[in-house]
């Protein structure tokens, strides 16, 4: 897994413990760490409610899969 960016800025959460163990294989299958799978997931549930973000200097790749209702106001 690649090494920790600095960020200027922490978001914590409290989650449940199912939720946690769920980012934690997702991002593993996509070989990412959680915070990187997260910050990814959240951007794009941003962009898809209309949140306009500037463009991440780490978005090397593609990002999670967007959620269903995501994929139905694209369709």
Known sequence: MPTAIPRPSTLRLKVETELADAVDTAARQRGQ??????????????????????????????GPAPSAPAMRQAA
């Not at 959680?34 to 593609?62: I, K």
């Open 33 to 62: 760490t959680m915070s990187e799978f997260v910050r990814q997931s959240v951007r794009a549930q941003l962009t898809a409610h209309g949140v306009r973000l500037s463009p991440s200097s780490t978005d090397d790749g593609p």
